[in-house]
């Protein structure tokens, strides 16, 4: 197992593959509930994987709700293992600005829920959520994000930092998608204490490349909502009817290390189905 682990580092990221490692190699964990000093990742079966800081979209408008899941469950194999910690959670509206911060304890087995219907929230809302766990040992969670329309439910799984400083939609869209059932929206999320985040629109015709574009500034810890169809591919379609088009969401300098998280909502009105993909 050591030698796997130098070798190709295997079990040292977030530590959640390690004990099934070790049951492939017929090896029992040596380090069960230690904490070695320099708090390498994975350095012991009583390291929770997961991020101490970790973001997502929270929406709550009436017919879209929220909630959020956090788990600080200890498996079985980790025996007796404390992973009591303090957790800090704040929501941020369109315009960076904080409609709450709360502090708690986390404590073992715990289940961490956050429900926008049970929220005093002003409606329309999008923002952006912010989950922080205080412990030492590299993290204790991750959670999932739900989003419900009462029919139908979609959900995402949130990490640290999961941005993208160039994606493109993957969807060409021409006059029939733009009267057909589906509407779609996207979620562009500054996580980052940048003021503000420059970000690019993009919507190109993709048989000769003519173009429209929009700047998008988000400020720090902002969120932007768009009906995609309507903002962006519907002035398109006025310009060229026959067209059909792409849309690319960038920032100009393509920071990977400073990228908007980027979620696009799918929302048929026949069936009233949800689905989203986080980008």
């Not at 017929?26 to 350095?43: F, S, T």
Request: net charge neutral; with cysteine.
């Amino acid at each position: 197992m050591e030698l796997l682990q130098k070798e190709t580092k295997a079990g040292l990221g977030c530590g959640g593959c390690r004990l099934t490692l070790f049951s492939i190699f017929g090896e029992a964990p040596k380090d069960l509930n230690v904490l070695e000093h320099d708090h390498i990742p994975g350095a012991s079966a009583c390291v929770k994987p997961g991020m101490r800081l970790m973001k997502g979209l929270v929406v709550a408008d009436g017919k879209i709700e929220s909630t959020i899941y956090a788990s600080n469950a200890v498996p079985p194999q980790f025996i007796d293992c404390d992973s009591t910690t303090e957790l800090e959670y704040a929501l941020f509206d369109l315009e960076g600005r904080a409609v709450l911060h709360r502090c708690d304890s986390f404590k073992t087995n715990q289940t961490f829920v956050f429900d926008s219907r049970e929220e005093s929230l002003p409606r329309p809302f999008y923002g952006l959520f912010l989950f922080q766990l205080k412990r030492s040992n590299y993290g204790a969670s991750r959670f999932n994000v739900h989003w419900s329309n009462g029919r139908s439910t979609t959900t995402t799984h949130e990490i640290g930092d999961s941005g993208r400083p160039d994606v493109h939609f993957p969807l060409i869209v021409n006059k029939n998608v733009l009267e057909g059932p589906n509407r779609i929206y996207i979620s562009i999320q500054n996580t980052y204490n940048e003021n503000p985040m420059r970000c690019t629109i993009r919507v190109y015709d993709v048989d000769n490349r003519d173009d429209i574009t929009w700047d998008c500034p988000i400020p720090r810890f902002g969120t932007r909502w768009f009906d995609v169809l309507e903002q962006f591919f519907r002035p398109a379609l006025k310009q060229r009817p026959n067209g059909n088009f792409a849309l690319r969401i960038f920032r100009p300098d393509l920071d990977c290390n400073r990228a908007p998280n980027i979620y696009f909502f799918f929302h048929n009105r026949t069936t009233d189905l949800l689905n989203v993909n986080h980008m």
